[in-house]
Structures are given as structure tokens and as C-alpha cells.
């Protein structure tokens, strides 16, 4: 891509620096979407449509876990996720901002990742009251295992909406009060950053990106099938 | 005489109705039985289902299930006697099946009218006639229960 910003005293402009790739973005929006449907469906009985929407968010999140390794430098759990020393320096101001998550932020984004892998998990294990309905992991369980798996399933969702709800009352708050576009930076990729600009994202190559894609696409399909192949 | 017959017959009848009374089920009896009727039912069709997705299906496990289903599917219609509804304690079961007993009778017939056919198709070992069975038959649960069964708590 060329530059076409006119250059115009870009000293008083503040530098925009890419924080996010499109993999981690379609990710978030993904994930939104995704629980989002899966709780209409479940509440309207829409259980076919509740199981592959269950299976997408499965290998979507499978697929942010892997891009934590092995994706690019903002997406990577080793960058962003630090101690609780590090979190209390942020909290009293003491840290440089860096692309990407800040190390509070991060904590959301571990809490949310390990709940949804929770909630996944006992989905795949459910059975409804009727044994009509079930997760393809249920096979393995009994009658009342599946249906503890499924009341888990159901509390877990209120811990999950709790953690949410934190989670844009949290962006909410950086967006009004500190000005900071967390919001459009989810969307566009982009952050402005004064003076001194932090360093830049590192992409992670398409090769990569595909090798996430087939392996989070095939975890999914083995487990949704039971383990057979 | 005649009053020794009366006598007689008088406490045949209290007896009778005694040993009537004992053995009747109270309503929240009548509740609990339904109750774990429906849970042995919900047992059977995980199992259907458990057996009919694996590998190598147990068509001895799928029978005995579908027997069950079957059995269940004409027995359901004496689980639901006058006084055994919401007044009688904690259930799921709503009014309307006792004030619109023509249309809850018709979603249990679908029930008992769909069974055979998941028992017939375990008998033939025809797992693809089995699955497409089981949906059927777990169409008609569904359509009864939209109508006739409650929320959960």
C-alpha cells in the first residue's frame, strides 16, 4: 500500500501506529457474534444451529490460542500477558504503552479465552432433559453426567455474560474518559500514539495464518465427530 | 337375613375401598411416577442416539431402548389423570393439558404413532432409517412439550 496522507505538519499529528492484524480483529468480532447467536438459539430451541455455532466459536478460539504462539507480535500471549507487578505499575501509571493489549486488558482477554473453552467444553457434553438434544461428546457420558454438563453449561453463560458486560463497561470507560479509540482500533486496526511513538506491530506470515486455520479447522471437526474419523 | 346380606355387602365395600384408597396414588405420587417414567424415557433416547452415532451400533442395546420408547409411547397416556397438574405440587406439566384434551391427546398419538417406526428400523439394522426415526419421533416430544410443558424451575 502507498501513503497518500498529505503531509501536512505531522509533528502535531499524533503517529498512527497498526496495533491490530485481521486475523486477531475478525476473531473479536467473530466471538461477539458468535456468542451472541448461540444464546438466541438456545433460547429459541434452535439446537442444530446451537451446535455448529457452538462448533465456530470452538475453532475460533482455538484458533486465537494458537495465534497466541505463534501469531503476530500484539496477538501473542508472551507479549501482552504479564505478572501481578507489572499489572500495579500500570495501574499507577508507571508503564509505556505498547501496542496492543495494556496488562489489565489482558487479564479480559485470558479470563474471556478460558471461559469460552470451559463453555465449549461442557456443551460438547450435554444432554437435555429429554435425550433428544445432545453435545457429540455426550456418547461418552451418562444420562444424569450429560445433564450436569448441560446445568453447567447454563451457569457458566451467566458467568460469561457477567465477564462481558465488565469487559465493554471496561472499554467504555477508556474510551470516554481516557480517549482512547479501543473501540475503532478493534475495527480498523489503528491507534494514534503520541510522541514517542511506540514501536510497530510484527506481522506473523499468511503461512502461518493458513497452518492456524487447517488445525484449528480439523481439532474442531475431530471433536464435533465424536474422535472418529 | 336380608340385613346380614347388607351388612355383608356393606363391609365388602369398605373393605374394598379401603384397599382401593391404599393402593390409589395420591396426585404428587401420580407426579413423582411421571416424572421418573419420563426420565427412563429421556435415558432411552440418549441411548438410541448414543448407539445409532458410533461406529459399530449394539442393535441388542438399540432394540431393548426402542422397546422402551415404544412402551412408553401408548403407556404416557394414562401419566396424566384429572387433579395431577400444577395444583397438585411442583410440575411442568401446564393446565391446557387438561383444558384442551382433544389437542393433548392428538400430540401423544403422534408420539405412539412414530415409536413403531424407531422400533421397526432398529429391527431392520438400518442405522440411516434409525437416525431419521429418532428425529421423527423426537419432533413429536418437541411438539407436545412446545405446547403442554413449562419452563424449567
Known amino acids: 500500500m502507498t501513503d497518500t496522507v498529505p503531509p501536512v505538519s505531522p509533528a502535531r499529528l499524533p503517529a498512527r501506529v497498526r496495533v491490530w492484524d485481521v486475523p486477531t480483529r475478525l476473531v473479536h468480532w467473530l466471538v461477539v457474534a458468535l456468542v451472541a447467536f448461540s444464546w438466541w438459539t438456545a433460547e429459541t430451541g434452535r439446537m442444530e444451529w446451537h451446535r455448529w455455532s457452538g462448533y465456530t466459536l470452538l475453532g475460533v478460539v482455538i484458533f486465537r490460542i494458537y495465534w497466541g504462539l505463534a501469531g503476530s507480535s500484539t496477538a501473542r500471549f508472551g507479549q501482552f500477558v504479564h505478572g501481578p507487578r507489572v499489572i500495579s505499575s500500570y495501574l499507577k501509571g508507571g508503564w509505556t504503552a505498547v501496542p496492543g493489549h495494556n496488562p489489565l486488558g489482558a487479564l479480559s482477554v485470558i479470563a474471556l479465552l478460558a471461559l469460552l473453552v470451559t463453555q465449549a467444553t461442557f456443551g460438547l457434553f450435554a444432554v437435555d432433559v429429554d435425550g433428544i438434544e445432545s453435545g457429540p461428546l455426550s456418547t461418552y457420558v451418562s ?5 450436569a454438563a448441560a446445568s453447567w453449561h447454563e ?3 451467566d458467568v460469561l455474560s457477567a465477564l462481558i458486560l465488565l469487559h465493554v463497561v471496561a472499554v467504555l470507560y477508556y474510551v470516554l474518559f481516557r480517549k482512547e479509540a479501543l473501540i475503532a482500533a478493534m475495527l480498523h486496526g489503528e491507534r494514534a500514539y503520541s510522541e514517542p511513538q511506540p514501536p510497530p506491530m510484527q506481522s506473523a506470515s499468511v503461512v502461518r495464518l493458513l497452518l492456524g486455520v487447517v488445525l484449528a479447522t480439523a481439532l474442531t471437526w475431530w471433536v464435533a465427530r465424536a474422535f472418529q474419523l | 337375613m336380608p340385613r346380614s346380606l347388607f351388612r355383608t355387602l356393606g363391609s365388602a365395600v369398605l373393605v374394598a375401598s379401603l384397599i382401593a384408597v391404599a393402593y390409589a396414588a395420591t396426585p404428587k405420587e401420580t407426579q413423582h411416577a411421571r416424572h421418573e417414567h419420563y426420565e427412563e424415557l429421556g435415558k432411552a433416547f440418549k441411548a438410541i442416539r448414543d448407539q445409532s452415532s458410533a461406529g459399530s451400533p449394539d442393535f441388542a442395546a438399540l432394540q431393548k431402548n426402542a422397546e422402551v420408547v415404544n412402551e412408553a409411547s401408548v403407556d404416557q397416556q394414562q401419566w396424566f389423570p384429572k387433579g395431577t397438574g400444577p395444583e397438585a405440587g411442583k410440575t411442568r406439566a401446564l393446565p391446557e393439558i387438561w383444558t384442551k384434551p382433544a389437542d393433548f ?20 439394522k438400518d442405522v440411516d432409517a434409525v437416525k431419521a426415526a429418532f428425529k421423527e419421533t423426537g419432533g413429536a416430544c418437541k411438539n407436545c412439550h412446545d405446547t403442554f410443558r413449562g419452563p424449567e424451575e
Do not use: H, Y
Request: charged content about 30%.
Open chain 1, 143 to 147: 444420562f444424569e453426567t450429560g445433564r
Open chain 1, 155 to 157: 451457569d457458566i453463560f
Open chain 2, 105 to 124: 391427546e392428538a400430540a401423544q398419538k403422534m408420539f405412539s404413532d412414530r415409536a413403531p417406526k424407531l422400533l421397526a428400523a432398529v429391527k431392520a
